[in-house]
């Protein structure tokens, strides 16, 4: 089955810097790959995904970028706020039918003020 | 729109019990799949449900099941509990399928003594 490495699992940035997490999958039929952001005692929540057809997408300070060939995915934000201080999961479809979501698991990301 | 509701959100059992957990999902929203995150594993893929039928199952033995009814909402429940289902159970909906946004609930915490 699929097999999602998340690094590193801790950052900690100085407020105003970048944050970079990065993924790599396993199962060459993945094609889409959302990250979500759950913060202490919250639901995970969307923030950004991208479709395997796309090698880049951006909202706002959020990016994430996508390489098939190397089968890894990376999570970008830039200016961080204090308010970004989360743990960051980054998942990937898996399965024949791709009905499953293989998580990779999460990075505690602090933004330190 | 309602968001996705989940009940209880905390119980208690002692090993060897049973449990069932309850999700609501979006209106609309006819995929429901179901997670289990500990401290240890992270976010582990239960099952999905689409239309009443499972369409996809996780690593998890036997005691795990689900069900959903024809208005999407959907029900999982854990037979002869043991310690190490001690977690949080959430459940998540979409539109169709997994690879569209899924909308995470507030999860139900399960503590099993």
Known sequence: GENV??????????????AVIKCTYSDSASNYFPWYKQELGKRPQLIIDIRSN?????????????????????????????EDSAVYFCAATSGGS???????????????? | KAGVTQTPRYLIKTRGQQVTLSCSPISGH?????????????????????????RNKGNF???????????????????????GDSALY????????????QYFGPGTRLLVL
Request: aromatic content about 8%.
């Open chain 2, 30 to 54: 006819r995929s429901v799949s179901w997670y289990q995150q500990t401290p240890g594993q992270g976010l582990q893929f239960l099952f999905e449900y689409f239309s009443e039928t499972q």
């Open chain 1, 54 to 82: 796309v090698g880049e997408k951006k909202d706002q300070r959020i990016a994430v970028t996508l390489n098939k060939t190397a089968k890894h995915f990376s999570l970008h934000i830039t200016e961080t706020q204090p």
């Open chain 2, 90 to 101: 959430l459940c998540a909906s979409s539109l169709m399928a997994v690879q569209e946004t």
């Open chain 2, 61 to 83: 033995p036997g005691r795990f099941s689900g069900r959903q009814f024809s208005n999407s909402r959907s029900e999982m429940n854990v037979s002869t509990l043991e310690l």
């Open chain 1, 5 to 18: 490495e998340q690094h590193p699992s801790t950052l900690s940035v100085q407020e105003g810097d970048s």
């Open chain 1, 98 to 113: 791709a009905r499953q979501l293989t998580f990779g698991s999460g990075t505690q990301l602090t933004v330190l003020p």
